[in-house]
C-alpha cells in the first residue's frame, strides 16, 4: 500500500512517489480534492517536499490537477519538491506546466 497524503483545506501535501504503480490511488485522491475546491478558494498550495520520486505518469496527473485547479479559479502554488525530484520534472518536460516555487 502506498504512502498516505495529507489534505486540509487549501493546502494538499503529497508524499512518497508520484509513479504510475500509484496512478489510480494518486487520481482518486486529486478527483476527491478538486471536488471539495469551491469559488472562495483562490490559493491551492501543493506541497511536493515530501515527493520521494516522479515519472512521466505522476508528471501527467500533477500537470491536470493545476489545470484544473486554474479553471475552477483558484491560483495553484507548487511548493519547492526535493532536488532529484525537481530534475526528474525538468528531464520528463514538464517544466513549465509544473512551474515550482524555489526553495527558500
Known sequence: MGKKVFVNNINITLEGPLIVERAQELHQLLVERLDGVTE???QATID???VSDIDACGCQLLALFVESLKRRG????????????????????????????PER
Request: hydrophobic fraction near 45%; charged fraction near 20%.
Open 40 to 42: 472562495k478558494c483562490q
Open 48 to 50: 511536493l517536499s515530501r
Open 74 to 101: 483558484a491560483t495553484p502554488v507548487l511548493a519547492p519538491a526535493p532536488v532529484g525530484v525537481t530534475e526528474r520534472i525538468n528531464t520528463l518536460g514538464f517544466r513549465d506546466l509544473l512551474a515550482l516555487q
